[in-house]
């Protein structure tokens, strides 16, 4: 199983190899977290959107960028990003990534701290406050990432349920209680019973039973509004707006006084895909994702070796069983929990926020998985031996009969492998002629990869029809090798394979052909950017050097008279 670990990848990513390469179309519109790396894999910013598509596209697109801005772009070689269920969530999940990284191009705040709490002290008269951190001296709700909201809502406890603001007891009463605010709890003006129900009902309040308040809160207003005492009817308007604004449940940062880890498992092929999200204390750290060769017994066999290196939690929660017997998940518990030298529980949710964590996990895994779908669709359909994991595709680009490029790029895993890219100048001719071109470069690239020894693709793609089709597998047959292949015509979007002149037509907007379009697409810029860069090196040099210009269209001249 050590070995296998040696496999473990990210299954969201996008690689750049500069700013220009970026294409936004992998990148989910869910809210969640971006993490911009640099060569080292190191996080150079952390930001949150509640469109991550959007929001790092305008990265890349923006025309009057700051010099920062700039200036990281320049270093960017990998966007990475994290799906949760909402905005707030993504806020929650940043500030965690922030102070977990310091990421050299987010705001450094010094002084900075965590978002605030609720709390109530562990008194005999419980006082209400706002803390930075969970205290066993405190009973804390939240956090609450909008200090306005919470401010507002802290108000409102102290204005429906009186409970005392005050550090230390005095034995006189103070403003609050003259202005109708407390209860007044240091002059024995209340029985410690009393004052018991009204932290009960503030404590309830703060749990999430906001209904019983909104509808006390909407009386007094209507009551305010009557009585044609309207200051007092819109300052409770507000306060019940602000109590709507918290409805919105956080799954990820419900507090809890103890760890969990999120781990699902999915089957892909001859994968096992794995994704695993650590929740501390209520809150969502980040995610990891492994691709692992399938072996007996694999997410048992995971779990061990991933828990040998990593932190153990009290809870796992899994979204299917990793053991056929309860004795084995029993023995399990306990091995991992001798590791941990306390107790650890392996838990299937069935309800409640458990369960959505589940699902929040899912979500993460599908948006990795929408290529590799792709992949296992590619292979079926056009009955591939092997899942295409590694395909490449060619494209030829001209100008007339100057300046005849190809270019090629590769795909691995359906995702970009710049690294791979390659460019072709023709060399065994000259003139026009896409098939000969076509029959040059593949010849050239694949008898020097079994030259190399360098692995061969899964499958082949060309940019064009038959012809160029053909060209190719007689290219490859030159050198005794037989991989898959086929074209991908513009037109009509149709595949051709080789000796065969019908061409296959499959739904274009299906996972497949959005794939093999992307291939294609990416193929022919990436070879009229190399076509465009040879024909400005050729101004510049002609700019440079007159006279060389005057002899070459002399030349012309006499080859235009010559066929005249």
């Known amino acids: ?41 190191g996080i150079l910013y952390v930001g949150k959107a509640k469109n991550l598509r959007s929001r790092v596209k305008s990265y890349f697109s923006g025309i009057d960028q700051p010099p920062k801005t700039r200036q990281l772009l320049l270093h960017i070689r990998s966007i990475d990003w994290i799906v949760v269920n909402n905005e707030v969530e993504a806020l929650l999940l940043e500030n965690k990534l922030i102070k977990q990284h310091t990421p050299k191009y987010n705001i450094d705040l010094k002084d900075a701290k965590s978002y605030a709490y609720i709390s109530l002290t562990r008194e005999p008269y419980p006082r209400v406050l706002t803390s930075r951190k ?38 006189r009463a103070c403003l609050n209680y003259h202005i109708n605010m407390c209860t007044a709890p240091c002059t024995g003006n209340i029985t410690p ?28 207003m209507h009551e305010a509004s009557k009585n044609q005492h309207f200051e007092e009817a819109l300052e409770l308007r507000k306060q019940i707006a602000s109590i709507h604004l918290l409805t919105e449940r956080q799954i990820v940062d419900n507090e809890r006084r103890f760890d969990q880890d999120v781990m699902i498992f999915r089957r892909f092929g001859e994968k096992m895909l794995a994704l695993q999200m650590g929740v501390r204390k209520g809150v969502l750290l980040g995610k990891k994702e492994f691709s692992i060769d399938l072996q007996p017994h694999i997410e048992q066999e995971f779990l061990k070796a991933f828990y040998n290196a990593n932190q153990i939690p009290r809870e796992i929660l899994l979204n299917k069983p990793v053991w056929l017997e309860p004795d084995e998940k029993t023995a ?24 959505a964590l589940i699902k929040l996990a899912e979500k993460n895994l599908e948006s990795s998985l929408e290529f590799d779908s792709a992949l296992a669709d590619l292979q079926n359909s056009l009955n591939l031996p092997t899942l295409p994991r590694i395909i490449e595709c060619f494209d030829i680009s001209n100008l007339g009969t100057e300046h005849v490029v190809s270019g090629m790029v590769t795909f691995k895993d359906a995702k970009p492998d710049k690294k791979n890219y390659r ?9 026009q002629d896409d098939f000969a071109s076509m029959h040059e470069v593949v010849l050239r690239r694949y008898k020097r990869q079994v030259e190399e020894k360098n692995p061969l693709p899964d499958l082949i793609v060309i940019d064009g029809g038959p012809g160029q089709v053909n060209a190719a597998i007689t290219a490859l047959q030159a050198i005794d090798r037989q991989i898959p292949l086929i074209g991908l015509a513009k ?40 076509n ?3 024909r400005q090196m050729q101004v510049r040099e002609e700019f440079k050097h007159p006279k060389k210009r005057s002899d070459k269209q002399m030349l012309k001249q006499n080859s235009q008279t010559n066929k005249n």
Do not use: W
């Not at 296998?4 to 990148?27: E, G």
């Open 134 to 171: 969970v205290s066993r001296k405190l009973e804390s709700f939240g956090p609450y990432t909008d200090g306005f909201t919470r401010q507002d809502l802290q108000r409102t406890v102290v204005r429906v349920f009186k409970l005392r603001t005050c550090k230390t007891m005095h034995k």
């Open 193 to 220: 019973e009393q004052y018991g129900k009204q932290v009960k009902d503030a404590r309830s309040f703060l749990n999430g039973n906001y209904q019983q308040t909104i509808e006390q809160l909407t009386t007094q």
């Open 532 to 534: 465009r860069k040879r």
């Open 1 to 41: 199983m050590h070995s296998s670990l040696v496999q473990l990848q990210r299954q969201s990513m996008i690689k750049l190899s500069n700013p220009s390469d970026f294409k936004s179309a992998d990148i989910p519109t869910d809210p969640g977290v971006y993490l911009y790396r640099d060569e080292q894999d």
């Open 332 to 355: 399990l518990e306990e091995f991992l929990a001798k590791k941990r030298l306390a107790p650890v529980s392996l838990t299937i949710p069935r309800k409640a926020d458990k369960l």
């Open 423 to 431: 460019k072709f100048k023709i060399k065994t001719f000259t003139g």
């Open 491 to 530: 037109e009509h979007e149709e595949i051709y394979l080789p000796n065969d002149p019908t061409p296959k037509m499959f739904d274009k907007n299906s996972r497949m052909m959005l794939l093999l379009r992307k291939i294609r697409d990416a193929t022919h810029d990436f070879s009229l950017g190399y």
